[in-house]
């Protein structure tokens, strides 16, 4: 099928939810993809953080492969080999004690509300179901997760939203705890927004919630779906901020493409969402949790040490550009974003494209890039120049 036809049957048989931009992708090797002309582009986005182990990674798609011929799925009344042993390996690399899987990053965040407000409920009974969750946040698209967004344009159409939830300024310790009263059970947020437009959170600010709390008996919720599974050169974000949350989510990386989401929780919680209380159907499906173990098995020390250290090489190129556009450089790992100023970032998202690098937008004004984790340098170096063509002095 030619571009032009995929793109008309798509108007008129897909609902028209996204604003897609004119492009139809084929097919890709590593991080590179390629339309159905044959046109070529690097990928700075994986599909929104999602594939992780690049395009046409043979060992990952044998996974999915060999799991398919033996097992595609089963329900969780019974038990499968593969999910089991990615909760255990989860578990065992992040200091969390058990996993729950579902399909998907709101899925995930929604789970880990629930968690929370059960374990309130059972120890304090009704009355005390708010969560705090930061302004500019982005945890999901259902009428829960949206509600949690601390971001005004997703609070729109929708009503009644899901009740319980009040937004706190980010680095404002001070207005976390002018906000919170007896009504609250947990703080939800990102150490480093992502859709928010790749805003790290401080140690110091992140600490100071954990510690508070510790103290007020709220649960600490870290969403990792965009930070986690390598993304930032650690395996969850969370590792490099000296803290142990109560419940983290995952998902977009996880399984390198495959849909996947679920949480990690922590021994004194792993009992609050017993029998009966939660449940998904493909959730721990034996193919995703297959090409989730590819993932994780390919996520060793040596590879997130060389996803540090490629971040830090295109941040390093970023500066280098002396460029009058980037007004700054954020991020960690290969989650990167440029402040922009004085060009808008989707027209230079649309502009780089046409040129053959795929780019992200996020929050005010900021490219955001996402490569695959597996990125090459000479994929780098490339996507980089063309970017230095449209942003360099
Ligand atoms: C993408 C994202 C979500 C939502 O994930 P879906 O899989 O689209 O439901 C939630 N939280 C964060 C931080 C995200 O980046």
Request: hydrophobic fraction near 40%.
């Given at each position: 099928m030619t571009s032009k036809e995929l793109m008309e049957l798509d108007q008129q048989y897909v609902m028209n939810t996204y604003g897609r931009f004119p492009v139809a992708i084929d097919h890709g090797k590593g991080a590179t993809l390629y339309g159905p002309e044959g046109d070529k582009y690097i990928d700075f986005t994986s599909g929104i953080g999602v594939n992780s182990l690049g395009y046409g990674n043979e060992d990952w798609a044998k996974a999915i492969y060999e799991q398919a011929l033996k097992l595609g799925h089963m329900s969780n009344l019974y038990y499968t080999e593969p999910c089991v042993k990615l909760a255990k390996t989860l578990c065992e690399r992040s200091g969390m004690s058990c996993a729950f899987f579902g399909n998907s990053g709101a899925e995930a965040n929604e789970g880990m509300i629930k968690l929370a407000r059960k374990y309130s409920f059972d120890k304090y009974g009704e009355g005390r179901s708010t969560i705090i969750t930061l302004v500019n946040s982005f945890h999901g698209r259902t009428i829960t997760t949206l509600n949690a967004t601390g971001?005004?344009?997703?609070?729109?159409?929708?009503?009644?939203?899901?009740?319980?939830?009040?937004?706190?300024?980010?680095?404002?310790?001070?207005?976390?705890?002018?906000?919170?009263?007896?009504?609250?059970?947990?703080?939800?947020?990102?150490?480093?927004?992502?859709?928010?437009?790749?805003?790290?959170?401080?140690?110091?600010?992140?600490?100071?919630?954990?510690?508070?709390?510790?103290?007020?008996?709220?649960?600490?919720?870290?969403?990792?779906?965009?930070?986690?599974?390598?993304?930032?050169?650690?395996?969850?974000?969370?590792?490099?901020?000296?803290?142990?949350?109560?419940?983290?989510?995952?998902?977009?990386?996880?399984?390198?493409?495959?849909?996947?989401?679920?949480?990690?929780?922590?021994?004194?919680?792993?009992?609050?969402?017993?029998?009966?209380?939660?449940?998904?159907?493909?959730?721990?499906?034996?193919?995703?949790?297959?090409?989730?173990?590819?993932?994780?098995?390919?996520?060793?020390?040596?590879?997130?040490?060389?996803?540090?250290?490629?971040?830090?090489?295109?941040?390093?190129?970023?500066?280098?550009?002396?460029?009058?556009?980037?007004?700054?450089?954020?991020?960690?790992?290969?989650m990167i974003g440029l402040q922009l100023t004085g060009m808008n970032n989707a027209e230079l998202c649309k502009n780089l494209m046409a040129r053959g690098v795929l780019t992200l937008t996020a929050g005010q004004n900021v490219l955001r890039l996402l490569p695959p984790l597996t990125i090459s340098l000479e994929e780098i170096d490339e996507g980089i120049e063309i970017i230095k063509g449209l942003l360099g002095n």
């Open positions: 971001q005004d344009v997703f609070h729109n159409y929708f009503f009644p939203f899901t009740e319980g939830f009040r937004y706190a300024e980010p680095e404002n310790i001070a207005d976390l705890i002018q906000k919170s009263d007896k009504d609250v059970c947990a703080v939800m947020l990102e150490v480093i927004q992502g859709e928010g437009g790749v805003q790290p959170l401080s140690k110091e600010y992140v600490q100071t919630v954990a510690d508070l709390c510790k103290k007020n008996d709220w649960l600490l919720l870290i969403d990792e779906v965009q930070t986690g599974i390598g993304r930032t050169g650690s395996l969850f974000a969370f590792q490099d901020y000296g803290i142990q949350p109560d419940v983290v989510s995952f998902a977009k990386g996880i399984a390198g493409g495959l849909p996947m989401g679920g949480f990690l929780a922590a021994e004194h919680v792993r009992g609050v969402l017993s029998a009966g209380t939660h449940a998904s159907t493909f959730g721990g499906n034996p193919m995703a949790s297959a090409a989730a173990l590819k993932v994780l098995e390919t996520l060793n020390e040596d590879f997130l040490v060389k996803v540090q250290a490629k971040g830090e090489y295109m941040v390093k190129q970023f500066a280098a550009m002396g460029s009058p556009h980037i007004a700054g450089v954020r991020g960690k790992g290969l």
